[in-house]
């Protein structure tokens, strides 16, 4: 077998694996995620249809803080345009806490993202979370909403 073929060879079945892994880490592992995002959101309001119009309204109810900096209440971030189309955040404090990420506006072709991106920014009390592979548009406007609703139970 000639050193051409061997590393034509090595690197289909590199590639094979990379695109194994990839599957599975924005597939199954989004679906396993989905789950957990859906139990926790499923204790949430239903009213972010009604404010999903209002593009950088924040509706702060309560004015308790922590050392977080957080004021407990529901902050719309702004609704940031992207390629493929709007990413609407909206972020529920409690405690001094995001308890709950929801989205009001996305673009429907990477809907298998969100969750994740919903579960991390819960997890990661910030919009520093990791990147889905291939929502690269929906993952940049899902941190700069949510960075904005961030900055609003700052500054309530």
Same mark, same amino acid.
């Given at each position: ?5 061997? +590393?034509?060879?090595? =690197? ?37 249809s009604s404010s999903a ?7 702060? &109810?309560? $004015? ?14 702004? $609704? ?6 709007? #990413?609407? #955040? /909206?972020?529920?404090? $409690?405690?001094?806490? +995001?308890?709950?990420? @929801? #989205? =009001?506006?996305?673009?429907?072709? @990477? ?8 579960? *991390?920014?819960v997890e990661a009390q &910030?919009?520093?979370?990791? /990147?889905?592979?291939?929502?690269? #548009? ?5 941190? /700069?909403?949510?960075? @904005? ?5 700052? *500054? $309530?």
């Amino acid at each position: 077998m000639s050193a051409r073929k061997v +590393i034509t060879s090595v =690197l289909a079945v590199g590639t094979t694996i990379a695109i194994a892994i990839d599957g599975y880490l924005l597939f199954l592992k989004a679906d396993q995620a989905s789950s957990t995002a859906s139990a926790a959101s499923s204790s949430t309001s239903t009213a972010a249809s009604s404010s999903a119009s209002s593009a950088s309204s924040s509706s702060s &109810s309560a $004015s308790s803080s922590t050392s977080s900096g957080l004021k407990d209440g529901t902050y719309s971030g702004k $609704s940031v345009s992207t390629q493929w189309g709007d #990413v609407q #955040v /909206q972020i529920k404090v $409690s405690g001094g806490k +995001i308890t709950t990420v @929801n #989205v =009001l506006k996305y673009p429907s072709d @990477n809907d298998q993202a969100l969750p994740v991106y919903k579960k *991390e920014a819960v997890e990661a009390q &910030s919009a520093d979370i990791q /990147q889905v592979s291939g929502a690269t #548009v929906t993952y940049e406007g899902f941190t /700069q909403s949510l960075q @904005n609703a961030i900055t609003q139970a700052k *500054e $309530s």
